[in-house]
Structure formats: structure tokens, C-alpha cells
């Protein structure tokens, strides 16, 4: 009994030693240093703009919610990473509105656990749960095919009236997809633009206004300038990276704000706790309750309303970063991606 006691004692004390030594190459690495730096100059900036027009008397500009229409048939949203976070929340405000709300997640357990919670919540909800890999366009592919087939057994009209792309992953350490992709791009950035384009019929074909919003945050500040090629759009060119790029990657492909979910799960849990720490008590750290005002907001602006950068919640909105509205090189990146794709099975269905 006393050796199993010493040996689990051991055991605790190699965790604890393992857990400070990576927690020390963390603090002393400078992708650490571009998120505690960089980023929190970001949102404080982001939130600056968000008071200028008041300190300067003019009127922000913002845009008033619009109830979906829920006759004759209720409007359906396609809502991704679904089961935790900002998707998670959105997920439940929506299914509120009176949508039929379509959960996207990796794990079956997980899904499960939301549809569970978000009816425990509202037993009005009406939900259906699918299961994708946005990592993997075989993946989306398949999902693709299943909601259109759901959508022609069910009374509802073969259409969707909005897209919430909300997935998003922070991996600190390298990975490559099946698809051979970087697995941060690969999730953040490309699985949205596959699912968004194959979803695109579905939505035109709506009898109502349908919508796209994809979340954005702060951090895309941060990027002044954007190589677009194959290997940068694949990620392929960090993963040659002695030091994995980590936060420069997370600003390229995908922009949650400063919200309290589990973005940070693979950051030391001793950081992780600290920067929410700070966060909050610089009255910066939303919780995801609030966070997800924001994409409630962008979800039922008024029909038309387009390229509108909402942050802060009740309606308002701010200006994105001058790099982010280039439309040379957002058609650029358009193209380089599409040319990236066509190899894949994407490309087969793009035909």
C-alpha cells in the first residue's frame, strides 16, 4: 500500500515538472509573447473604437435585429462548432428565434450533450445534430449530402436561411489533415470555405433573405501583410517552420474575439488561467453568454446588410483592418484556394 502511494506521488510530482518545464518553453517562445502583446493591443484597440464616435458625439453606426420569418415554414441555420463556446451559445439563441437549428461538431458524444443541454434550456428547440470533420472535405462532402436528404424527407422547404461559421481550433503544436493541409488552416479557413460553397445552391434557393456570417474577431489586426500562394494558403510553408507559427496561423485563418471558451485548451492551463485572469479584470473577457450578442446581431440585421464588422454587441459595429477590405487580394485568395481545392474531391463537386 505504501509503495502504490509513493509511486503515485512520483507520478503526480514527473506530471507537475513535465506541465512547468512547458509551461516555461511557453512564456520564453515568441509566438507567446505576439498573443499576450499583440493581441491584447488588438482588442484594446477594438474596444477604442467602439467609444471614439461617443467621445468624438457622433452616432455609432449599428444595425436593429430582424425577427426571421416563420411562416410558412420555419427558416433552418446550419451553425458550426455547435457543441461548445460561441457556436454552442449561437446555436441556442437561434434556436430561440424560432430556426430549426442544424448542430455541426467532430464528436457524436459531444453533439449529443448540446442537443440535450440546448433542450433542457428552450423545449421548443428543434434541432438535428450531424457529425463533420471540417478538416476533412470528404467530410463536408458527405455532410453536404445528408442535409440536403434531411431536408427532403422533412416538411421543411429544401433550403437554408443561414450559415454561422463558427468553428475554429488553436493548435500550438504542428498537424496535417488527411487532405495534407495544415490543421489549423485546414479547419479555420479552408473546411469554411468548402462548406460555405457547397452550401451556397441551398442557400440561393431559399424563398426568404438567407445570410452568411462568418466570425471574426481583433486578432486579424495583427496581420499587415499576406503571401498568397498554394503553400501559404495550405499551411504546408509553417510546418518547415522550426518554431511552429501558432499565433500567426490563428490571425491568418480564423478570429474568435476575446470570449471565455476553450480556445486556449492546448495553451499551459497555468497561461490559459492567467490570461483569463487579466483579461477580466481589464473588463476585456467576455463570457460566451455575451459573447455571442455579436453574431446574433449579424445573424438578424436587416435584410441587405453586407460586410458589416460587428463588435460589442446591441448592433454595433466598427471598422475591420484596411488589409482585411482589399478586394484585389481577397479575389486573389479566392482563386488560389479554388486552384488548391481543384485537385480534391471539392473540385469534382465545384464542376
Excluded at 498573443?35 to 457622433?58: A, E, P, R
Excluded at 444595425?63 to 411562416?71: A, E, I, L, N
Excluded at 433542450?119 to 440536403?148: C, G, P, T, Y
Excluded at 431536408?151 to 475554429?168: T, V
Amino acid at each position: 500500500m505504501e509503495n502504490k502511494q509513493r509511486e503515485s506521488q512520483n507520478l503526480a510530482m514527473i506530471s507537475l515538472v513535465k506541465e512547468l518545464w512547458r509551461t516555461l518553453l511557453f512564456v520564453f517562445s515568441i509566438q507567446f509573447w505576439r498573443m499576450g502583446l499583440l493581441w491584447t493591443f488588438s482588442i484594446v484597440f477594438s474596444h477604442y473604437q467602439l467609444i471614439k464616435d461617443f467621445l468624438c458625439s457622433q452616432r455609432p453606426k449599428s444595425y436593429y435585429r430582424c425577427s426571421p420569418c416563420t411562416v410558412p415554414v420555419r427558416p433552418v441555420a446550419v451553425v458550426t462548432g455547435a457543441t461548445s463556446g460561441l457556436g454552442f451559445y449561437t446555436a441556442y439563441e437561434l434556436s430561440k428565434e424560432g430556426y430549426v437549428v442544424v448542430l455541426v461538431g467532430r464528436s457524436q458524444q459531444l453533439l449529443l450533450e448540446a442537443e440535450r443541454k440546448i433542450k433542457d434550456w428552450n423545449r421548443n428547440a428543434h434541432l438535428k445534430a450531424f457529425q463533420v470533420d471540417l478538416s476533412s472535405v470528404e467530410s463536408i462532402i458527405m455532410f453536404r449530402k445528408s442535409l440536403q436528404q434531411w431536408l427532403s424527407d422533412s416538411d421543411l422547404h429544401s433550403s437554408i436561411q443561414l450559415l454561422i461559421n463558427a468553428a475554429g481550433i488553436l493548435a500550438t503544436s504542428p498537424r496535417i489533415t488527411a487532405d495534407g493541409y495544415d490543421q489549423m488552416i485546414g479547419t479555420n479557413y479552408i473546411g469554411a470555405f468548402v462548406l460555405t460553397n457547397l452550401l451556397l445552391p441551398l442557400l440561393e434557393s431559399s424563398n426568404v433573405s438567407s445570410r452568411i456570417v462568418n466570425v471574426t474577431s481583433f486578432t486579424h489586426r495583427n496581420v499587415t501583410d499576406m503571401q498568397v500562394d498554394d503553400r501559404t494558403v495550405s499551411g504546408k510553408r509553417f510546418l518547415s517552420y522550426m518554431q511552429y507559427p501558432y499565433a500567426n496561423i490563428y490571425e491568418y485563418s480564423k478570429y474568435p474575439g476575446v470570449v471565455q471558451t476553450n480556445i486556449l485548451r492546448e495553451v499551459p492551463s497555468l497561461l490559459s488561467l492567467l490570461a483569463h485572469f487579466v483579461l477580466k479584470h481589464l473588463g476585456l473577457l467576455q463570457s460566451p453568454e455575451y459573447g455571442v450578442s455579436s453574431i446574433i446581431d449579424a445573424a438578424l440585421a436587416p435584410p441587405g446588410t453586407s460586410g458589416a464588422y460587428f463588435f460589442g454587441g446591441i448592433g454595433r459595429t466598427i471598422e475591420p483592418s484596411i488589409l482585411s477590405r482589399d478586394a484585389g487580394l481577397a479575389l486573389k485568395l479566392w482563386e488560389t484556394t479554388s486552384n488548391l481545392l481543384s485537385t480534391t474531391p471539392f473540385g469534382a463537386e465545384d464542376d
